[in-house]
């Protein structure tokens, strides 16, 4: 089984083949997608174009994984549901087979763990921007598991993910609480 036989696997648009020359009532507004929005929390940056491009825009529930090298993986929430998506990401989008739908965050890990790293690392191309070509990732196998142990990994997986999340928000605050006890001591308060 391979992970197109679990998803529908889409290209983002190339933004320059469909950006508008001019604005008008019938132009259609878009924000981008940009990983460093994302993760710095600023605003998106507007797109403009005078076809439809609703089929290039994430939906909550879908992956979007970074085509280039250091591979990323972003689950689609509320805040990127909407964004259009560019051509340096795939849209992985969940859909059944043979009657069972896997995960979101069982296919997430599956994509994130070192096993599929070391092996898409194999086929990156390219020599300044290594990327992974997209027939590559749709042949990527991904073992059969059945329900119950999907749901039995999911739980662990998230589980282990709120941990995580949990770890790096206690590191920031007990630096911010070292901090300020170190700014004390050099100011002769303590």
Not at 27 to 41: A, Q, V, W
Not at 83 to 99: A, E, G, S, T, V
Request: aromatic share 12%; net charge positive.
């Amino acid at each position: 089984m391979t992970l197109e036989d679990l998803t529908q696997i889409n290209i983002g648009i190339v933004l320059k083949r469909k950006k508008a020359v001019y604005q008008s009532k019938k132009t259609f507004s878009y924000k981008i997608f940009n990983l460093k929005s994302y993760e710095e929390k600023i605003d998106y940056e507007n797109f403009y174009s005078e076809e439809n491009l609703d089929n290039y825009t994430a939906k909550k529930g879908d992956l979007l994984f970074r085509l280039a090298f250091p591979l990323k993986i972003i689950e689609v929430d509320d805040e990127i549901a909407g964004l259009l998506i560019n051509n340096q990401y795939c849209i992985i989008r969940i859909h059944k087979f043979k009657n069972m739908t896997y995960p979101i965050d069982f296919i997430k890990w599956i994509l994130e763990s070192n096993t599929t790293k070391h092996q898409l690392e194999k086929y990156l191309i390219g020599t300044s921007v290594k990327t992974i070509p997209v027939v590559k990732l749709r042949k990527l196998p991904i073992p059969n598991i059945d329900p119950e142990q999907q749901q039995q990994l999911s739980y662990i997986i998230n589980n282990w993910n709120k941990q995580k999340y949990l770890y790096k928000q206690l590191i920031k605050e007990k630096e911010n609480y070292y901090n300020i006890i170190i700014n004390k001591i050099i100011k002769g308060e303590g």
